[in-house]
């Protein structure tokens, strides 16, 4: 019926002229936008607007192809939007136009309709269209290329955007689509014509990671056409078929291992292949390999061939990008584009899980990259084992001297920064030789080998900062140091980059070793800061920012701030509150606050109100669009952060601006806002505040309590884990300052720890730290509330904190442990060894009155358990835990 209603649709003339009329527009050049665009959305209006664009599309011979295809991607566009409300004739007939064009003799309007057809099935699925895959099947079936190639178009974009459609069941069939198709894929491999062999190859690798079980059972068959395919006159088959082994290694490697020795023997012969594309495809291979942890054994004996080849293809292409950006001139300003986007992280309370990328050799992912991280993965699986093959060749290449070798050379300087971790004791004997050969390299003539020795010296940071102590050590450290900051004002833009990040990392190594070297390091930055344009100048941000945490305090002294306030005021006054700018600078400053400590009091009125002035415009800039500012949320969470910095610096100095400003309510906003991130930043403030001035929170505390206990529900734990430990450490630090006003949430906090406790295994580490800590605090504050449900927690609780590094937070939480055992003693008696081991895991208690009240915890329950059961629990300890008790007298 539907199908008979869809034909009866007819366009009107007149319709007819007026839709491709504006179609016509829409692609010239010259029209006017904004104009098209008001018409547009006047015809969309029309239930049958879409009607006519299939038709221009499907039947309009009489105009030019880029007008139909034009019409195409306007219905597609169209139907995102509109094709679940229309009427089902609508629908019909747009299908029943669509299907014919399969079959267009020119290429575009085919491929338009491949696009259309993909949106359609996202939208509705298979099965209520079942004429769709029966025509793919005729298509694919009939010996037309332009048939075939229609239908493998649009399959190839179904399996891309949504493969499982494929295999599913579908109503009226005893098959899965995808079974229906993969055999004919196959033999669609061996087509004549590449485009075939392309789209069914792209479309049998969108289902390796699915891994129906057609594709299982027949993956001999799948095999065997990689095989046939490896060596194809096209370069995107042969890319294609290197993918697909790269992705069985990682998710099937069993596969591959009987034919292993030929797969990694034509990954060797592609790694050269005259396509650079497919060289890049067929290099991922080896980290993969390494990555899956197959056995290593099976490289090992190809990696005299693998090196060398690796080794060439780092060197720069005569075509790099990057060797037109080397030649920039320093002094010339950045273009937008140029701005790589930034990310900031939140604060985090408690061990840091996140690792430091330190590879700032960034940009577009290309072979030579590809390259050296297959290298440096390859040095960390077989370390010192490559050096014999890998250094004659990194020694020839330094050892040339010419203009026309000197990628060689910069090459061989990258491959030495790839293997620093991973072959580490092999180098060590020779890494003062290394060193002292790369030094002079921060002077040479080319931009770029100054550049990678920055990066390379950055990677053997740890040796250079361990020799300070030796005199040729020491030497040695100063020359890297004053290189390094000699290169910090190089006028290449990408030199300054390089040396600035690579200091950075040099500062974190190096940490208080700097201090008397704090003058010369200041003037050499914010000399940069003068000079550097907008890009670079974020980098010295962080280098500034990573200085401050290095030293801290004794940066907090006149000489040193004189050279680097001044600068840095100049700036914060010259940007604007929507200035992203703003962002490197603010977390600068936060670096700044926490090192000078109360020295940053004489700084601290103006960075404080700009704060709090920068959270009001982003709050009002995300509920009214016509105030004029675009929303940023990193505005807010930087300024958060800086304002924790200052907490954390001035103390209970910064109690009168807090009371002069509506920070509280500001504040309680942010544990609202619904980013997570802003809400992790709110609360990580609100645990600092709690401890300098909780005060001043009192007003709203139950608003800030109940909200910090909503972060811990198990339904936003895993994707807001980072905000349910900042909230969850908050809630600590209120208690043991409001103490017993803390009372109403105690019950409802418990219950929604003890199952973080339970599941610590599956939980990141800090916040079970956090979890065990507050626990504890609101057991030292409520003993009354919380010892009754001891029993349901003591084991879990005991086993999280043993794990925990002896600090005052594990104080107060044991002062916990000793007021429920007082108020509760038979509640733990069942996990009595558990607690022997928390207390245990103490190295000492450095309170005097902590360690008497464990003391007399463990005395009550020796006198309390008669008749051997005393000695029975002890029998049951580890030897080192029944020693380390001793020294409670029990």
Not at 11 to 36: A, N, T
Not at 230 to 259: G, M, S, T, W, Y
């Amino acid at each position: 019926m539907a199908a008979a209603a869809a034909s009866q649709w007819q366009p009107q003339e007149e319709g007819f002229r007026e839709i491709c009329g504006l179609v016509e527009q829409q692609i010239s050049p010259s029209s006017d936008k904004s104009q098209i665009w008001q018409q547009l959305q006047h015809y969309s209006q029309f239930p049958d607007f879409n009607n006519y664009l299939a038709f221009i599309l499907s039947r309009a011979q009489s105009k030019s192809v880029e007008v139909r295809q034009a019409a195409g991607l306007l219905l597609k566009n169209n139907l995102k939007n509109a094709y679940t409300a229309m009427p089902l004739a609508n629908q019909e007939f747009i299908k029943s136009e669509l299907l014919p064009c399969l079959g267009a003799q020119d290429r575009q309007i085919r491929s338009t309709t491949g696009t259309i057809i993909s949106v359609l099935v996202q939208l509705g699925g298979v099965a209520s269209w079942p004429e769709l895959l029966n025509t793919l099947v005729k298509c694919l079936d009939s010996n037309d290329l332009n048939l075939m190639e229609g239908a493998m178009d649009a399959l190839s974009k179904i399996c891309e955007d949504i493969p499982q459609v494929l295999d599913s069941e579908t109503p009226g069939s005893s098959e899965r689509p995808i079974n229906i198709f993969l055999p004919r894929l196959f033999q669609l491999f061996q087509s004549p014509h590449a485009s075939l062999r392309k789209l069914s190859l792209a479309s049998v690798n969108q289902y390796i990671m699915l891994m129906p079980s057609v594709l299982y059972i027949s993956m001999d068959k799948f095999l065997q056409g990689l095989f046939v395919l490896a060596n194809d006159p096209n370069a995107e088959v042969r890319k294609l078929v290197c993918a697909a082994f790269v992705q069985l290694i990682e998710v099937r490697p069993a596969f591959l291992e009987p034919h292993l020795r030929n797969v990694i023997e034509y990954m060797l012969q592609v790694n050269n292949d005259p396509d650079d594309e497919v060289s890049l495809e067929a290099c991922e291979f080896w980290s993969a390999y390494c990555d899956a942890q197959l056995p290593p054994e099976n490289i090992k004996e190809f990696l005299p061939r693998l090196i060398p080849v690796l080794l060439s293809n780092m060197a720069y292409d005569d075509d790099d990008e990057s060797l037109a950006e080397a030649e920039e001139d320093g002094s010339l300003p950045d273009r937008d584009q140029d701005l790589k986007p930034r990310f900031h992280t939140s604060r985090l309370h408690g061990s840091e899980d996140a690792e430091d990328d330190d590879d700032d050799i960034v940009n577009i992912w290309n072979l030579r990259k590809c390259s050296a991280a297959a290298l440096d993965i390859i040095s960390n699986v077989f370390g010192d084992e490559i050096l014999p093959t890998l250094m004659p060749y990194v020694q020839a290449k330094l050892s040339t001297s010419d203009d026309e070798t000197w990628k060689e050379r910069e090459a061989a300087v990258l491959a030495l920064g790839a293997i620093a971790e991973g072959c580490i004791n092999g180098l060590y004997p020779h890494l003062s030789q290394i060193v002292a050969f790369l030094i002079p390299l921060l002077d040479d003539k080319f931009p770029l080998i100054r550049s990678i020795s920055c990066w390379t010296l950055s990677r053997f940071s740890k040796f250079i900062v361990e020799g300070i102590n030796h005199p040729e050590g020491h030497k040695q450290f100063e020359k890297v140091l004053v290189g390094l900051l000699r290169r910090i004002l190089d006028n290449n833009k990408r030199v300054q980059e390089a040396a600035c990040s690579a200091f950075a990392t040099l500062e974190e190594e190096a940490a208080e070793e700097l201090a008397p070297r704090l003058d010369i390091i200041l003037q050499h930055l914010m000399c940069a800061f003068g000079k550097y344009q907008r890009r670079n100048l974020r980098i010295v941000y962080d280098a500034i920012g990573t200085l401050a945490d290095a030293v801290g305090v004794d940066l907090n002294q006149p000489m040193h701030l004189d050279v680097l306030m001044p600068p840095l005021i100049a700036k914060w006054q010259q940007l604007s509150d929507s200035d992203k700018d703003l962002f490197p600078l603010l977390e600068c400053f936060t670096s700044i606050a926490q090192a000078l400590g109360t020295g940053f009091s004489q700084f601290a009125q103006p960075v404080f109100q700009r704060c709090i002035n920068i959270i009001q415009t982003q709050h009002l800039a995300k509920v009214d669009a016509s105030a004029g500012i675009q929303y940023d949320k990193d505005f807010i969470v930087c300024s958060l952060d800086l304002l924790s910095g200052m907490t954390e610096g001035l103390g209970s100095g910064i109690e009168s601006l807090v009371s002069n400003s509506n920070l509280r309510d500001l504040l309680l906003q942010c544990c609202m806002d619904d980013a997570p991130d802003i809400r992790q930043s709110a609360f990580a403030l609100l645990g600092d505040l709690a401890r300098v001035c909780p005060i001043h929170l009192h007003p709203r505390l139950s608003e800030f309590l109940d909200i910090a206990a909503k972060q811990l529900t198990t339904m936003k734990l895993k994707e807001n884990v980072s905000v349910a430990n900042n909230a969850c450490w908050a809630i600590g630090e209120l208690a043991i300052k409001v103490r017993q006003e803390i009372s109403p949430v105690v019950v409802t906090v418990i219950s929604l720890l003890v199952p973080i406790l339970q599941h610590a295994e599956e939980l990141n580490k800090s916040l079970i730290e956090n979890s065990s800590i507050t626990l504890g605090r609101l057991a030292w504050v409520c003993p009354e509330l919380v010892s009754p449900h001891m029993e349901h927690f003591m084991q879990s609780w005991c086993l999280s904190l043993s794990m925990i590094r002896d600090d005052i937070e594990k104080e107060d939480a044991f002062r916990g442990l000793c007021a429920m055992v007082r108020a509760n003693p038979p509640g733990a008696l069942s996990s009595l060894p558990f607690m022997c081991k928390a207390i245990a895991s103490w190295h000492e208690i450095m309170s005097e009155e902590l360690r008497n009240e464990v003391c007399q915890v463990l005395l009550g329950y020796k006198q309390m358990l008669r008749n051997g059961a005393w000695e029975q629990c002890m029998s049951s300890l580890e030897p080192p835990v029944k020693e380390k008790l001793l020294k409670y007298q029990v």
